[in-house]
Nanobody, 122 residues
Framework: QVQLVESGGGSVQPGGSLRLSCAAS????????MSWYRQPPGPDRYLVAA????????DYAEFVKGRFTISRDNAKNAVYLQMNSLKPDDTAVYYC???????????????WGQGTQVTVSS
């Protein structure tokens, strides 16, 4: 079955950096656009960044542009999120998922991983 395992979160001060990782299994990873989402306290989950199947194109939410970088390694079935210049507003649980199609923000799998907590605070 599909498994998405996020890691790399933690507590950092404003201006700090973290690198998140997502290990995927149970589907043909290299065929899918992969995305990172985040869920601050509350019920809503927001798209943060996406990368196409071969890594040729990336997209970012306005609130992370210039600070976050998404990448992937199809040989390892992994997707990464490098987060720099972190702000308190970046505090959230971060999740990865595949996209259903060309329209971003439509997660392919309803079964999410456990996520990884990122806390930015002084």
């Amino acid at each position: 079955q599909v498994q998405l395992v996020e890691s790399g979160g933690g507590s950092v001060q404003p201006g700090g950096s973290l690198r998140l990782s997502c290990a995927a299994s149970g589907f043909t990873f290299s065929r899918y656009t992969m995305s990172w989402y985040r869920q601050p306290p509350g019920p809503d989950r927001y798209l943060v960044a996406a990368i196409t199947s071969a890594g040729e194109k990336t997209d970012y939410a306005e609130f992370v542009k210039g600070r976050f970088t998404i990448s992937r390694d199809n040989a390892k079935n992994a997707v990464y999120l490098q987060m720099n210049s972190l702000k308190p507003d970046d505090t959230a649980v971060y999740y990865c998922n595949a996209e259903s199609g060309t329209t971003l923000g439509m997660p392919r799998f309803g079964s999410w991983g456990q996520g990884t907590q990122v806390t930015v605070s002084s």
